[in-house]
Protein backbone atom coordinates (compact mmCIF):
# COMPACT_ATOMS: atom_id res chain seq x y z
CA UNK A 1 0.00 0.00 0.00
CA UNK A 2 1.56 3.60 -1.26
CA UNK A 3 2.10 6.19 1.34
CA UNK A 4 0.07 9.16 1.14
CA UNK A 5 1.08 12.80 0.86
CA UNK A 6 0.28 13.64 4.77
CA UNK A 7 2.34 10.32 5.79
CA UNK A 8 5.09 11.27 3.97
CA UNK A 9 5.03 14.80 4.89
CA UNK A 10 4.85 13.63 8.35
CA UNK A 11 7.85 11.25 7.65
CA UNK A 12 10.05 14.08 6.56
CA UNK A 13 9.58 16.16 9.79
CA UNK A 14 10.88 13.42 11.81
CA UNK A 15 13.91 12.62 9.53
CA UNK A 16 12.31 9.39 7.42
CA UNK A 17 12.67 9.54 3.77
CA UNK A 18 9.58 7.21 2.73
CA UNK A 19 9.59 8.48 -0.65
CA UNK A 20 12.95 6.19 -1.67
CA UNK A 21 11.87 2.70 -3.15
CA UNK A 22 11.63 0.15 -1.06
CA UNK A 23 10.50 1.38 1.96
CA UNK A 24 7.84 -0.59 3.29
CA UNK A 25 5.34 0.50 5.71
CA UNK A 26 6.84 -2.00 8.53
CA UNK A 27 9.95 -0.97 7.79
CA UNK A 28 8.75 2.42 8.57
CA UNK A 29 6.86 1.39 11.44
CA UNK A 30 10.61 0.07 12.67
CA UNK A 31 12.16 3.09 12.08
CA UNK A 32 9.19 4.71 13.98
CA UNK A 33 9.12 2.92 17.28
CA UNK A 34 13.05 3.39 17.35
CA UNK A 35 12.83 7.06 16.73
CA UNK A 36 9.93 6.97 19.43
CA UNK A 37 12.60 5.57 21.90
CA UNK A 38 15.65 7.97 21.49
CA UNK A 39 12.90 10.66 21.00
CA UNK A 40 14.57 13.17 23.58
CA UNK A 41 17.25 13.71 21.36
CA UNK A 42 15.50 14.77 18.29
CA UNK A 43 12.68 16.69 20.06
CA UNK A 44 14.43 19.80 19.08
CA UNK A 45 15.34 19.01 15.40
CA UNK A 46 11.37 18.04 15.40
CA UNK A 47 10.68 21.57 16.63
CA UNK A 48 12.30 23.36 14.06
CA UNK A 49 11.56 21.06 11.31
CA UNK A 50 8.05 21.33 12.05
CA UNK A 51 7.95 25.80 12.64
CA UNK A 52 9.44 25.07 9.15
CA UNK A 53 6.91 23.03 8.06
CA UNK A 54 3.78 24.72 9.18
CA UNK A 55 5.71 28.21 7.32
CA UNK A 56 5.51 26.81 3.96
CA UNK A 57 2.23 24.68 4.05
CA UNK A 58 -0.65 25.84 6.69
CA UNK A 59 -3.28 23.88 5.32
CA UNK A 60 -1.09 20.70 5.79
CA UNK A 61 -0.50 21.57 9.33
CA UNK A 62 -4.18 22.60 10.35
CA UNK A 63 -5.30 19.08 8.74
CA UNK A 64 -2.50 17.01 10.85
CA UNK A 65 -3.80 19.02 13.76
CA UNK A 66 -7.46 18.20 13.03
CA UNK A 67 -6.56 14.50 12.56
CA UNK A 68 -5.40 14.65 15.75
CA UNK A 69 -7.48 16.41 18.07
CA UNK A 70 -10.66 14.41 16.64
CA UNK A 71 -8.80 11.02 17.81
CA UNK A 72 -9.15 11.91 20.95
CA UNK A 73 -12.72 11.60 23.37
CA UNK A 74 -13.91 15.65 22.56
CA UNK A 75 -13.14 14.97 18.85
CA UNK A 76 -15.34 11.83 19.10
CA UNK A 77 -18.51 13.69 20.60
CA UNK A 78 -17.62 16.58 17.88
CA UNK A 79 -17.63 13.87 15.08
CA UNK A 80 -20.75 12.23 16.59
CA UNK A 81 -22.94 15.55 17.05
CA UNK A 82 -21.80 16.85 13.17
CA UNK A 83 -22.92 13.33 12.12
CA UNK A 84 -26.35 13.61 14.02
CA UNK A 85 -26.86 17.44 12.94
CA UNK A 86 -26.19 16.49 9.25
CA UNK A 87 -28.74 13.85 9.12
CA UNK A 88 -31.30 15.89 10.75
CA UNK A 89 -30.34 18.82 7.62
CA UNK A 90 -30.85 16.03 5.22
CA UNK A 91 -34.34 15.01 7.05
CA UNK A 92 -35.20 18.56 7.09
CA UNK A 93 -34.20 19.36 3.30
CA UNK A 94 -35.89 16.17 2.01
CA UNK A 95 -39.10 17.27 3.79
CA UNK A 96 -38.79 20.85 2.04
CA UNK A 97 -38.23 19.67 -0.99
CA UNK A 98 -41.12 17.33 -0.44
CA UNK A 99 -43.29 19.94 0.45
CA UNK A 100 -42.31 22.09 -2.39
CA UNK A 101 -43.24 19.97 -4.89
CA UNK A 102 -46.26 19.03 -3.32
CA UNK A 103 -47.27 22.76 -3.74
CA UNK A 104 -45.73 24.13 -6.69
CA UNK A 105 -46.32 21.06 -9.10
CA UNK A 106 -49.58 21.58 -10.88
CA UNK A 107 -51.62 18.20 -11.56
CA UNK A 108 -51.32 16.70 -15.15
CA UNK A 109 -54.75 16.24 -16.54
CA UNK A 110 -54.78 14.44 -19.84
CA UNK A 111 -56.18 16.46 -22.75
CA UNK A 112 -60.09 16.15 -23.35
CA UNK A 113 -60.71 14.42 -26.55
CA UNK A 114 -62.92 16.09 -28.70
CA UNK A 115 -66.04 15.05 -29.93
CA UNK A 116 -64.87 14.30 -33.45
CA UNK A 117 -62.22 12.26 -32.65
CA UNK A 118 -64.25 10.47 -30.03
CA UNK A 119 -66.99 10.39 -33.33
CA UNK A 120 -63.64 8.50 -35.29
CA UNK A 121 -62.91 5.99 -32.63
CA UNK A 122 -66.22 4.64 -32.77
CA UNK A 123 -66.55 4.98 -36.75
CA UNK A 124 -63.12 2.95 -36.54
CA UNK A 125 -64.85 0.37 -33.89
CA UNK A 126 -67.91 -0.14 -36.52
CA UNK A 127 -65.57 -0.64 -39.47
CA UNK A 128 -63.49 -3.22 -37.54
CA UNK A 129 -66.81 -5.31 -36.59
CA UNK A 130 -67.96 -5.35 -40.28
CA UNK A 131 -66.69 -7.20 -42.96
CA UNK A 132 -66.34 -4.06 -45.18
CA UNK A 133 -62.52 -3.19 -45.15
CA UNK A 134 -61.44 -7.12 -44.14
CA UNK A 135 -62.53 -9.78 -42.52
CA UNK A 136 -64.59 -9.02 -39.34
CA UNK A 137 -62.42 -7.87 -36.50
CA UNK A 138 -59.55 -6.85 -38.69
CA UNK A 139 -59.07 -3.67 -40.93
CA UNK A 140 -56.58 -5.10 -44.22
CA UNK A 141 -56.56 -1.50 -45.64
CA UNK A 142 -56.77 1.09 -42.49
CA UNK A 143 -55.92 3.91 -44.72
CA UNK A 144 -58.86 3.23 -46.93
CA UNK A 145 -61.10 2.86 -43.48
CA UNK A 146 -59.94 5.46 -41.98
CA UNK A 147 -60.35 8.33 -44.95
CA UNK A 148 -63.66 7.08 -44.99
CA UNK A 149 -64.69 7.11 -41.51
CA UNK A 150 -63.14 10.99 -41.17
CA UNK A 151 -65.06 11.48 -44.04
CA UNK A 152 -68.15 10.40 -42.28
CA UNK A 153 -67.15 12.32 -39.32
CA UNK A 154 -66.79 15.35 -41.26
CA UNK A 155 -70.09 14.83 -42.98
CA UNK A 156 -71.98 13.86 -40.01
CA UNK A 157 -70.56 16.96 -37.61
CA UNK A 158 -71.68 19.53 -40.05
CA UNK A 159 -74.93 18.44 -40.03
CA UNK A 160 -75.22 15.82 -43.62
CA UNK A 161 -77.78 12.92 -43.26
CA UNK A 162 -76.70 9.61 -42.54
CA UNK A 163 -76.38 7.42 -45.27
CA UNK A 164 -79.01 5.41 -47.03
CA UNK A 165 -77.26 2.06 -47.18
CA UNK A 166 -73.67 0.20 -46.45
CA UNK A 167 -71.42 0.83 -43.92
CA UNK A 168 -71.28 4.41 -44.10
CA UNK A 169 -74.66 4.16 -42.68
CA UNK A 170 -73.49 2.15 -39.87
CA UNK A 171 -70.45 4.74 -39.05
CA UNK A 172 -72.76 7.74 -39.84
CA UNK A 173 -75.78 6.01 -37.22
CA UNK A 174 -73.09 5.69 -34.45
CA UNK A 175 -71.57 8.74 -34.86
CA UNK A 176 -75.15 10.24 -34.64
CA UNK A 177 -75.13 9.14 -30.97
CA UNK A 178 -71.47 10.78 -30.07
CA UNK A 179 -72.73 14.74 -31.78
CA UNK A 180 -75.95 14.37 -30.14
Do not use: C, W
Request: aromatic fraction near 4%.
Amino acid sequence: MAFSNLEKAMALVIGLDLARPGTSRQAAKAAISIIGRSGMALAPRAATATTGLVQANPVTAGVGLGLGALQTAPGQELLDMAAQRGRSDRVRFEQALTDLTMKTAPAIRRKKKSAFNKAVSVGMKVAKASASYGKKGSINNAKKAFSAVTKEASRINKGAKVAPKGIRRKIGLAMKKVFK
